[in-house]
């Protein structure tokens, strides 16, 4: 079968069309036939320093949609040849994944194979940033780095139908702006954002910050929260060294920060997952949101996916077609 791999950290030219053996799964996994394939900026992280990759070479892809391909031992509920749509720990840049069977959901009635791919990661991170960590409530205002992108086009929709009374965006570029507008954003702001949110606020400042981007972005974040918000901060984009916040910063204002993984949760409590997922799965059944793929790639041309979502110019989801 065809595989993309990287053997050294590097730029998306590390990326290699190889010939692997089919695996096999092991118990308590599956083996997916895979259709359509996520393209996550966690890919790109994996890729360029190793983020969660415990060994090379390494098969990329955290999300396959496709068809039950083998049981392992000890799994129940699925079926060879049902399609389904899978959260991996790797691996899905390939004609055959393996997901462990507690990450593997049945497609929701009335999806597609492709639509199906861009669920297991960006759906339910948004739903918990959201909600399960976020808490939003019905009348508060939210500020989302990377709006235009995977995980921020679902945030937008998904705080807007919670209720916010505004949801404001960061982007890199004017075209990124106007293309978050379309998804939820009521005032989206390029680059700098400080003194936007306060002007927005009227000095204010936003009761939630969702924050993947780290460094100071992380900090500008926390300095735009009113008294008693909360930020979340799920990602490190910028590849900056880590953040520390102290007291100074929490109890004298009331703010809040908490972190997510949807990856940590996987491992740690796949239960809670599919809970989450079940939730948020649902969100895209019932029309609340839509999860724009702008861009589609053979697997083979993974590396230009990977220099499309490098170079900041990729919005909404793209795909890797595999067998679909
Ligand atoms: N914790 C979790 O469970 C979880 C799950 C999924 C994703 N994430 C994180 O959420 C973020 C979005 O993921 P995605 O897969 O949906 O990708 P994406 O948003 O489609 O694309 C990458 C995003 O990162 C921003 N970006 C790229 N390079 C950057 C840089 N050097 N500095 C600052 N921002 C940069 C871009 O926004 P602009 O160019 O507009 O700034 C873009 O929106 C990533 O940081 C990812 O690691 C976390």
Do not use: C
């Not at 297991?120 to 960590?133: E, K, R």
């Not at 936003?206 to 990602?235: E, I, M, N, W, Y």
């Amino acid at each position: 079968m065809r595989a993309v791999e990287f053997q050294e950290y590097g730029g998306p030219e590390v990326l290699k069309v190889v010939e692997a053996e089919v695996p096999e799964p092991g118990p308590g996994q599956v083996s997916i036939d895979v259709a359509y394939t996520g393209v996550n900026f966690a890919d790109l992280k994996a890729r360029g320093e190793g983020y969660r990759v415990p060994h090379l070479p390494f098969v990329p892809g955290l999300e396959a949609s496709g068809r039950i391909r083998a049981l392992g031992e000890g799994v129940e509920g699925l079926a060879v040849g049902q399609e389904v749509t899978a959260l991996t720990e790797g691996g899905a840049y390939a004609d055959v994944t393996l997901a462990s069977a507690e990450t593997v959901f049945p497609i929701p009635t009335g999806v597609d194979l492709r639509t199906a791919a861009t669920l297991p990661t960006v759906l339910p991170t948004a739903y918990a940033l959201v909600h399960s960590v976020g808490r939003l409530q019905p009348g508060e205002t939210v500020l989302v780095q990377g709006a235009a992108g995977g995980v921020g086009t679902v945030v937008g929709q998904l705080a807007k139908a919670a209720g916010a009374r505004a949801v404001y965006g960061v982007v890199s570029g004017e075209a990124k702006a106007a293309y978050a507008r379309e998804y939820g954003y009521d005032e989206v702001f390029v680059g700098e954002f400080g003194e936007a949110v306060r002007a927005a606020t009227d000095g204010r400042g936003v009761d939630l910050a969702l924050d993947p981007v780290g460094g100071d972005t992380f900090r500008a974040s926390l300095a735009s929260l009113a008294p008693f918000g909360r930020l979340v901060s799920f990602g490190n984009a910028s590849s900056a060294p880590a953040w520390s916040v102290g007291q100074p910063e929490l109890y004298p204002s009331g703010v809040s920060v908490a972190g997510f993984s949807i990856l940590t949760l996987a491992k740690t409590a796949p239960g809670a997952l599919r809970a989450l997922a079940g939730r948020a799965f649902a969100k895209a059944v019932d029309g609340t949101v839509s999860l724009p793929v702008t861009a589609e790639f053979g697997l083979e041309e993974a590396a230009e996916a990977h220099r499309l979502m490098g170079t900041r110019t990729s919005t909404g989801k793209l795909l890797l077609r595999v067998g679909g």
